[in-house]
């Protein structure tokens, strides 16, 4: 049998202490029985965390607290048929049973950890026990029926259950064990990851695992952690359809929906949990497919952290929970505060990577911890203890170097997604397919995301704007208004298009290419419940991201809008707005008309420079809203905050409308006026609905979007398709070509540029001929994914 950690030396690992309670081996154990012993060591451990000095911040304050709430509920609680808490009657509700076990984990929490006033406490030890017993009697046991959110029963119940056992255990009499265990097997029986699919896949499927190897701890059943262990194996494999990881480093949970932020983080965490719970047992994970969720820290997630945050674009309906009611408390659950998350999960996952991923992977996170200055870390009051213990631990290690923000251009062509990020700034892009949702709405939250996929375009300054969509963004922007989005006003009822990314447009062009650094991107846009349809093209630079738009076209009889930015000032902001080198006033209320070609700069945040005709408008308003009118859970207290608006009105019945805009992230006044009277400096190739385009001499970069065959600039396309070219100083060039419609058996692209040779090529490739000008052939590029296909040439 593989050598398991003994209990001490891993509770010594994680620096626990000595903490009450920690499981203890029994008189009389067998073998196979000290195994089980020494995991739950291994679980209470992790669950508590690592290195807490209880006298000191920002655990002290922390500890207080969690010992001022544990008191409160134990106060307040009052066991009768249908509750075990006056507010959180289960009876038809079942996320009530599951918040009441929540509640009593933390209040076991409260009991075991050192500085929180309730230490040993015998009367919260009774209430614990109290409470336990009337849940189990009275609702969560084996034979009865459950009703409600099936994630209740299988996954949120059953881990705040099995880790009290775990936290409890030496207080708990083995027959109530075993009674809890059989209450498990009934809600989670095997055959709950008997098949991949519907709720069992992705980050469910780890859920569910941690459930089945946690039970089988607690009970001393060796096939259930066996069978946990096991069950992990398709969760490993790169997907190409539906929920999981992609070669591309997307994450996709419910199907349809782009979910790195947050079912993606329970998959991390939940791994991180899973793998160090197993590692020594005779049911270690050993499955060579591991190593893809270890290569996805980079791939996946890193490209959307930044500053400690974790991007709006891959966080699914969670966006919404920005202020959340819970257990009589207000909790802040924005962008830094998942992030986070993210942070300590990645922490708790190299603990079982190699030597040199762990050593990377704790240099990302304390630079983006060290970075975060809107939200330390160190002080988020939602961040679990022993998260907070992880992130504290890698803060105080000298030897750990904080590394820079990574730097380059991320296309995810299989969630619709885009990164860039550049030295000081980050932006990301969300789009909408027939492969992925509009927005994600469900369970109440998220009512009003309507457009998020209509090409909305976020973006933060390294020092500037972190919390642009922390800062009750999403309740109090005008949803109709979403930055860089084209829309219909028609009026949509909250949860339009239905709950779990069923608004899917029907469009397959998006996608666009990318040489690891600059990128072309565009969508076929679709309104959601509008007959709106657009082609958006973005075209990702050095200091700038070149927005285009042409055949935009609708009949709602509504406006039809095009956002260039809306920028949250904050509850007071005045950022002052230049227009054309002339100060705009800074009243609420005001707003503008101004004729295009032209330029826009807003002190704090950045430039615009508008090259496209017609006009563009500006608007300074306070706009008031509250969590709840987008999250039914959500808190109804009033918030107001100001914003800065840019956009162009298209009319209510444009028929080929277009734009072209610049955004300059950082930019300084003058240099956006500069940019503004230089306009050699971007050449505008095509905007229509056969091809997008530009090039941009001084980069070396040529991009076009091709919505058919045709020509733009030096470029010839045989049909739909996304073209990149860099010409490089050292005189070669990269030809990057993509299928995001993924409909070509075969292409032909002729560059109009003496070539002398290709001097790489993938398999796609099929022809070349080279001399006056480069002709490319390539086959079937449908079962490539909208990936890339890279072609370096040498110039004549």
């Known amino acids: ?284 994970v050993t499955d060579p497919g591991a190593q893809i969720v270890f290569d996805a820290v980079e791939r996946a997630w890193a490209p959307f952290l930044f500053n400690g945050l974790v991007m709006d674009a891959v966080s699914g309906r969670a966006v919404s929970r920005g202020l959340m009611v819970a257990d009589a408390r207000q909790v802040q659950q924005d962008d830094h505060a998942r992030g986070h998350a993210v942070l300590a999960a990645i922490l708790l996952l190299a603990e079982g990577a190699s030597v040199a991923e762990r050593a990377r992977w704790r240099g990302l996170v304390k630079g983006w911890a060290a970075r975060d200055h809107y939200s330390r870390p160190l002080a988020d009051p939602a961040l679990a203890l022993s998260s907070l213990a992880r992130l504290a631990e890698v803060d105080s290690d000298t030897s750990v170097t904080p590394l820079p923000e990574p730097v380059g251009h991320r296309l995810f062509a299989s969630m619709d997604r885009a990164t860039h990020r550049r030295p000081g700034w980050a932006a990301s892009l969300s789009m909408a397919s027939k492969r992925i949702a509009h927005y994600e709405t469900g369970n109440g939250e998220n009512l009003r995301g309507w457009h998020t996929g209509s090409g909305m375009l976020s973006w933060w300054g390294a020092a500037y704007g972190n919390g642009q969509y922390s800062d009750a963004f999403w309740p109090t922007v005008d949803p109709y208004r979403l930055p860089g989005t084209t829309v219909s006003r028609k009026v949509l009822a909250d949860g339009a298009g239905g709950d779990w990314g069923a608004s899917r447009p029907d469009t397959a062009w998006v996608g666009g290419t990318t040489d690891g650094e600059y990128a072309s991107v565009g969508q076929h846009l679709r309104g959601l419940g509008s007959t709106l349809t657009a082609r958006k093209s973005w075209f990702f630079l050095d200091d700038t991201i070149v927005c285009l738009g042409a055949g935009i076209r609708c009949t709602d009889g509504a406006a039809v809008e095009s956002v260039v930015d809306n920028r949250n000032l904050g509850a007071a902001g005045t950022h002052a707005l230049t227009v054309n080198g002339r100060g705009q006033p800074s009243a609420l209320g005001w707003s503008a008309a101004f004729p295009s070609p032209g330029w826009a700069h807003l002190a704090g945040f950045g430039g615009y420079v508008m090259s496209g005709g017609g006009s563009f408008n500006a608007l300074r308003e306070a706009r008031t809203g509250r969590w709840s009118d987008v999250n039914r859970g959500g808190s109804g207290t009033a918030l107001t905050r100001r914003y800065l608006t840019l956009w162009y009105d298209h009319g209510t019945a444009p028929a080929g409308a277009g734009y072209v805009h610049q955004l300059l992230p950082g930019a300084g006044a003058a240099q956006t006026a500069a940019r503004a009277a230089s306009p050699g400096w971007l050449s505008v190739l095509a905007n229509s609905d056969t091809a997008q385009g530009v090039s941009v001499p001084s980069l070396g970069f040529t991009g076009v979007n091709f919505w058919q065959a045709g020509s733009a600039g030096p470029l010839e396309a045989g049909g739909a398709c996304s073209v990149t070219v860099r010409e490089k100083p050292d005189g070669t060039a990269s030809v990057c070509v993509s299928d995001p419609a993924r409909v070509l058996t075969s292409l032909t692209l002729v560059w109009n540029r003496p070539v002398a040779a290709v001097l790489s090529r993938p398999p796609s490739v099929v022809s070349e001929a080279v001399g006056a000008r480069l002709r490319l052939g390539f086959g079937d590029l449908t079962t490539a994914a909208g990936a890339g296909q890279q072609v370096v040439v040498r110039l004549e």
């Open 1 to 284: 049998m593989t050598d398991v950690w003994s209990r001490r030396a891993f509770l010594s690992a994680a620096g626990g202490g000595l903490l009450l309670g920690a499981p203890s081996a029994r008189a009389g154990a067998t073998p196979a029985d000290e195994v089980h012993d020494a995991m739950r060591a291994v679980w209470h451990g992790l669950f508590l965390g690592g290195d807490i000095i209880a006298t000191a911040e920002p655990f002290r304050s922390r500890l207080a607290d969690l010992g001022a709430l544990a008191g409160g509920w134990r106060s307040a609680m009052a066991p009768e048929a249908g509750s075990l808490w006056p507010d959180l009657g289960y009876g038809s509700d079942p996320e009530m049973m599951m918040q009441s076990y929540q509640r009593l984990r933390t209040m076991a929490e409260a009991w075991l950890r050192p500085g929180t006033g309730l230490t040993g406490d015998g009367v919260l030890r009774s209430a614990l026990l109290t409470g336990l017993d009337h849940l189990h009697t009275d609702v969560y046991h084996a034979g009865r029926l459950r009703y409600g959110n099936w994630y209740c029963w299988q996954i949120g119940a059953p881990q705040a259950l099995l880790d009290l056992c775990v936290l409890l255990y030496e207080e708990l009499p083995a027959a109530r064990v075993a009674e809890y265990c059989a209450a498990v097997d009934h809600f989670v029986p095997d055959s709950a990851v008997g098949s991949y699919t519907g709720t069992s896949t992705g980050a469910n499927r780890v859920d569910l695992c941690r459930v089945l190897a946690l039970r089988g701890v607690v009970g001393g059943d060796s096939a259930k952690t066996a069978l946990a262990r096991d069950a992990l194996a398709p969760v490993f494999p790169y997907v190409t359809a539906g929920d999981g990881l992609y070669r591309d480093g997307s994450f996709v949970q419910h199907t349809w929906v782009p979910y790195t932020g947050t079912y993606g983080a329970v998959l991390l965490g939940g791994l991180g949990l899973l793998f160090a719970l197993l590692k020594g047992t005779p049911w270690q």
